[in-house]
């Protein structure tokens, strides 16, 4: 690979540690040492520039390669790669320092293992002879007194304990036999034995006998060889006893053996893991000194940072579960809360509109008990009539009469006022009050304007009675009294204002 920007091998330009310049021969031109251009005359001021060849480090080899043409400057040395040579000479051997202080290392540990052990050795074959030397003189008096017996020796027999023996042991061994028998016997018939007691004594009855016989009589062969026998036995059973545990021992040994060479091997592979990657690293680096490994086309890194993976530890999981269930608890309160705080608002609601009935029948109980509204009377109309007079001899006062369609507005009026307050206060409850009222009044519920009209009618109605028919015109009453007061040309008054109906000719007639 070449730099475009110096002509030098071994990085390219991406990596190149010279300045960029402008050539004049083109950006990718490189010249040849052998060339010269075309009519180059010598300068008499300035020496051309030296076409040397430039070293070039391949694989730990140099080779000669012929440099490129700079003009006006000698080339810069690549210090990045020699530094960057430098510095994995430099981790080489810190990892080789490394792995030696670790392999001496392991090395005093097996060795002081080893001393541990043989010590452990040398200590139990210690107390092995010390054992054997202990069984062995006691064998060699129980021999000795045995043979001594077998024998029959008139003079000095066998040492036991270091001390000879002759025929006054034989009488001492009876007297003190004698001493035992008779002791035994004043136990016997001082104390009741029991069963257990009584065989006990039967046995050392029988014991006695015995040595009575070992001692005042000749000894045959059969005691001595049972004695023999006797002693052989618990010799081999000092040899097993030894023999177990050897086999423990060594057991133990070859255990610990092999985990040392568990572990020797587990950290064997470790090692030789670490390296695998290495060298595996070392291939796949783009820039590395064995151009024949590098397998794929080296790429420029990215400038953005790399996405970032949260891991959770089984401690997490626990406080994130802990968390949810609290969260899942306060959202069960809540919903019984908002449950509670439902019922107490329905409860607040029957209530309110319980109220609102019984006032609504104490409103209606109070209108019931006013007095009746009377017409009014058109004073300006009568103070007229005095002041000017009749010029036809006829008066055309209104005396006597109420203002029947001012009362009749008036009850409109009152009863148009009433029906929208009902229907402000009626849709402020919404449906969870209206339907318990429209149940009381017997009404079927479909929407909120229709439970609201239906319920301020019947109020209305309950309040200020049905409404006239065709109001705006003359009542029935009132037309039969115009006819009838027509017919006879005269005025007619009366004193009840929903009958008084007053008809005034005009001055044509």
Same mark, same amino acid.
């Given at each position: 690979m070449t730099c475009y920007n110096c002509g030098l091998h071994g990085h390219f330009s991406q990596e190149c540690p010279h300045p960029r310049r402008n050539v004049a021969t083109g950006a990718n031109t490189v010249p040849l040492a052998n060339t010269t251009p075309l009519l180059a005359l010598p300068s008499s001021t300035t020496s051309a520039v030296a076409q040397t060849p430039a070293s070039v480090t391949t694989g730990g080899t140099f080779q000669t390669q012929p440099a490129a043409q700079h003009f006006g400057t000698a080339p810069k040395p690549n210090w990045w790669r020699q530094n960057q040579n430098m510095l994995e000479d430099m981790y080489g051997f810190y990892k080789e320092l490394k792995s030696k202080a670790q392999m001496d290392q392991e090395k005093l540990v097996e060795e002081r293992k080893e001393k541990e052990a043989q010590e452990e050795l040398e200590r139990k074959k210690k107390e092995r002879a010390e054992l054997a030397a202990d069984v062995g003189a006691k064998i060699d008096q129980r021999l000795a007194f045995v043979c001594d017996a077998l024998l029959n020796r008139t003079g000095e027999v066998g040492r036991i304990d270091g001390a000879s023996t002759s025929k006054g042991s034989q009488a001492d061994e009876a007297a003190r036999l004698q001493k035992e028998v008779t002791e035994l016997w004043a136990k016997l018939f001082s104390e009741k034995p029991s069963t257990d007691e009584s065989s006990e004594l039967d046995r050392l009855r029988k014991e006695i006998e015995e040595l009575k016989k070992l001692a005042f009589s000749k000894l045959s062969i059969d005691p001595v060889e049972s004695e023999i026998k006797r002693l052989k036995e618990d010799i081999e059973i000092l040899k097993r006893s030894k023999e177990t545990t050897s086999d423990k021992s060594d057991l133990e040994k070859q255990l610990e053996e092999l985990r040392e060479h568990v572990k020797k091997l587990r950290k064997e592979k470790e090692l030789s893991e670490e390296e695998a990657q290495q060298w595996r690293g070392e291939a796949l680096r783009p820039g590395?000194?064995?151009?024949?490994?590098?397998?794929?086309?080296?790429?420029?890194?990215?400038?953005?940072?790399?996405?970032? $993976?949260?891991?959770?530890?089984?401690?997490?999981?626990?406080? /994130? !579960? +802990? @968390?949810?269930?609290? *969260?899942?608890?306060? %959202?069960?309160?809540?919903?019984?809360?908002?449950?509670?705080?439902?019922?107490?608002?329905?409860?607040?609601?029957? $209530?309110?509109?319980?109220?609102?009935?019984?006032?609504?029948? /104490? !409103? +209606? @109980?109070?209108?019931? *008990?006013?007095?009746? %509204?009377?017409?009014?009377?058109?004073?300006?109309?009568?103070?007229?009539?005095?002041?000017?007079?009749?010029?036809?001899?006829?008066?055309?006062?209104?005396?006597?009469?109420?203002?029947?369609?001012?009362?009749?507005?008036?009850?409109?009026?009152?009863?148009?006022?009433?029906?929208?307050?009902?229907?402000?206060?009626?849709?402020?409850?919404?449906?969870?009050?209206?339907?318990?009222?429209?149940?009381?009044?017997?009404?079927?519920?479909?929407?909120?304007?229709?439970?609201?009209?239906?319920?301020?009618?019947?109020?209305?109605?309950?309040?200020?009675?049905?409404?006239?028919?065709?109001?705006?015109?003359?009542?029935?009453?009132?037309?039969?009294?115009?006819?009838?007061?027509?017919?006879?040309?005269?005025?007619?008054?009366?004193?009840?204002?929903?009958?008084?109906?007053?008809?005034?000719?005009?001055?044509?007639?």
């Open positions: 590395n000194k064995r151009d024949s490994i590098a397998i794929s086309t080296p790429q420029s890194e990215s400038q953005g940072r790399s996405k970032s $993976r949260s891991v959770t530890s089984p401690n997490d999981l626990e406080k /994130l !579960r +802990e @968390q949810f269930q609290r *969260l899942r608890e306060m %959202q069960q309160l809540s919903f019984v809360e908002v449950k509670l705080l439902k019922e107490k608002r329905a409860e607040a609601e029957a $209530r309110r509109m319980a109220a609102e009935k019984e006032a609504g029948l /104490l !409103r +209606e @109980q109070v209108d019931l *008990l006013k007095s009746p %509204q009377l017409g009014g009377t058109n004073l300006r109309n009568r103070l007229e009539q005095v002041a000017v007079g009749s010029t036809q001899g006829k008066k055309k006062g209104l005396v006597g009469r109420p203002c029947a369609s001012t009362s009749k507005a008036a009850a409109v009026n009152d009863r148009h006022v009433f029906l929208a307050e009902e229907k402000k206060r009626l849709r402020a409850l919404k449906k969870g009050g209206l339907v318990p009222l429209c149940t009381d009044e017997g009404i079927l519920y479909r929407t909120v304007e229709q439970a609201v009209e239906e319920i301020a009618e019947l109020r209305a109605n309950r309040m200020f009675g049905e409404p006239h028919k065709g109001y705006g015109t003359r009542s029935k009453v009132g037309d039969e009294q115009e006819e009838h007061n027509a017919g006879k040309g005269k005025e007619q008054v009366t004193d009840e204002p929903e009958t008084l109906v007053e008809v005034i000719p005009s001055d044509s007639a």
